[in-house]
């Protein structure tokens, strides 16, 4: 079975300050991973993905992750954030045989101060 | 890109009553759709799997007999939460992978949220 583990569930920031989110997984098999973003009251929406290939992703809005394999993390990051970035983000895994089906973790609370 | 609609995006039902969620892949071809449910504050739990013509694939812990899936063609899952309690309020969302042309990757709709009263 996977699992994800963020290890945060709130992180406060300053703006323009940089952030990092945290993200640790679990899985006897391979995953791709993904970051989504949960604006209130609203659906999800993919930041990035890691699929193979390059370790480190470059997704929307600025944000980029790093596939870690030896320590299982894909932690997300932005060097200057905005206001606009508060929100809910989530990490999440899937298997290669099964590459739809989603496991997510906690979510992290992302709040920007002005 | 693929879209996913959920429908409605909100409802408020009382308590006792059904109400029934539609999830559409808009511009491809579905045979597997998944359910997720949020409550507030935490992530998302999967719930089912819905597979066009069979029957859908529960998650341990998850009724079977209050949430009726039915994926009766390959855009189309529905979601019946059947005589609604308080205690099923919540965030639902669907999502859908778009086959050959993303395989590893799923569309989400933008959510249902429910309130039982």
Same mark, same amino acid.
């Given at each position: 079975a996977q699992s994800v583990t963020q290890l945060d569930s709130q992180v406060p920031v300053f703006e323009e300050a940089p952030v990092e989110l945290r993200c640790n997984y679990s899985s006897s098999v391979s995953v791709y991973l993904f970051w989504y973003v949960q604006y209130p009251n609203q659906g999800l929406q993919l930041l990035l993905k890691y699929? #193979?290939?390059?370790?480190l992703v470059k997704g929307i809005n600025g944000f980029e992750a790093e596939f870690n394999k030896s320590q299982t993390s894909f932690h997300l990051r932005k060097p200057s954030v905005h206001i606009s970035d508060t929100a809910e983000y989530f990490c999440a895994v899937s298997v290669? #045989? #099964?590459? #739809?089906?989603i496991i997510f973790g906690s979510g992290t609370r992302l709040s920007i101060r002005p | 890109g693929a879209v996913v609609s959920q429908h409605p995006s909100w409802v408020i039902c009382k308590s006792g009553t059904s109400v029934k969620i539609e999830c559409r892949s808009l511009d491809f071809q579905a045979t597997t759709m998944f359910w997720y449910r949020q409550f507030p504050k935490q992530s998302l739990m999967l719930m089912a799997t819905s597979n066009e013509g069979s029957k859908a694939t529960y998650e341990q812990g998850v009724e079977k007999d209050k949430f009726l899936i039915n *994926?009766? +063609?390959?855009?189309l899952s529905t979601l019946t939460v059947t +005589?609604? *309690?308080?205690?099923?309020s919540s965030f639902y969302i669907c999502s859908a992978p778009p086959g050959d042309r993303s395989p590893t990757e799923a569309f989400f709709g933008q959510g249902t949220r429910l309130t039982v009263v």
């Open positions: 699929l #193979s290939g390059s370790t290669y #045989s #099964s590459a #739809s089906k | *994926h009766a +063609s390959l855009t +005589s609604a *309690h308080p205690e099923d």
